[in-house]
C-alpha cells in the first residue's frame, strides 16, 4: 500500500504485521522503514511518529537509520538542539558499526548524502 500510496493503509498493515507469532527480524525492520515513511507521508501527527521510531529504535538498538529518523523528526519539529544529538548518535553508531555483518540491512549509508544536504545546510551557518 505504500508504493500506492494509501498511507493509511500501510500504516494501518504495518500494525498488524507485528500481531505474527514469529515475524521475521528482517522483515520486520523493512515494516518499520515502511511505517515511518507512511506517517510521514500521511501527515500524522509527529508524536505517532516519534512512538514508531522509538520502537524501531529498541527492536534494532545497532541500526542508526532509526537514530537518524529520530533526528530527522526532531528537524522536521524544528528542534535543531535534539536534532544534531541524535544526528551525532547516529554518526557514531555507524562508525561503530563499520565492518560488522549483520542479517538485517542497514541502509544508513545511502542516507549520508541526504543528511548532509538536508541537515548540515540547516545546522551550520
Avoid at 548524502?113 to 540547516?122: E, G
Amino acid at each position: 500500500y505504500y508504493g500506492l500510496q494509501d498511507y493509511d493503509k500501510a500504516i494501518e498493515y504495518a500494525e498488524k504485521s507485528f500481531l505474527q507469532e514469529t515475524p521475521n527480524k528482517e522483515q520486520m525492520s523493512t515494516v518499520y522503514r515502511r511505517w515511518i515513511d507512511a506517517l510521514r507521508h500521511g501527515r500524522k501527527k509527529p508524536e505517532e511518529s516519534m512512538r514508531v521510531i522509538d520502537k524501531a529504535i529498541d527492536a534494532f538498538p545497532g541500526l542508526p537509520e532509526f537514530v537518524f529518523n529520530k533526528a530527522e523528526q526532531y528537524q522536521m519539529m524544528s528542534d535543531y538542539v535534539a536534532a544534531e544529538k541524535y544526528i551525532r548518535q547516529a554518526l557514531d553508531l555507524h562508525e561503530k558499526n563499520q565492518g560488522q555483518t549483520e542479517i538485517v540491512k542497514n541502509s544508513f549509508l545511502g542516507m549520508l548524502p541526504y543528511l548532509y544536504y538536508k541537515f548540515l545546510r540547516d545546522l551550520l551557518p
